[in-house]
């Protein structure tokens, strides 16, 4: 005859391997610059780049930190540094806050979802002139 297990003892075994299935599902998205494509309603963003330039484990999430340098087809370039956060789900939300060296260019607010083997990443912003983007490295 088997022993039962309490309530207590199922859900602690849970928590603790349900949390362990989760933090295996982070890449580091730090170290390589990742290549950027993106398009609003009006430009092309084709020649831009992402940098995370800091991932920190805080728990629930990661923070993440770094800059797009974008390059549109109309004139546009500049430095947007962003904060953000990257969840076990892979999906990512990042807020610009300041600009650096920019002409014609504004902060945005980006969500985007990290594929499953962290080499690419898929998303849009909002802002102004929402857009849509992808990032490879």
Known sequence: ????????????????FANTAVAQQY???????WDVEAKDSRYHWNLSTLKFTDQKDVGLFH???????????????G????????KPDGSLELQGYRLEEAFRL?????QAQVSEDGKSITGAWGGNSPGGWSATR
């Open 63 to 77: 923070k993440v930190e770094g800059f797009f340098y974008w390059i549109g087809s109309g004139g546009q370039y």
């Open 106 to 110: 504004g902060t945005a607010s980006y």
């Open 79 to 86: 430095r947007e540094h962003f904060r953000g956060s990257y």
């Open 27 to 33: 890449h580091d998205l730090t170290g390589r610059e």
């Open 1 to 16: 005859m088997m022993p039962q297990l309490s309530r207590q003892a199922i859900a602690i075994f849970f928590v603790f």
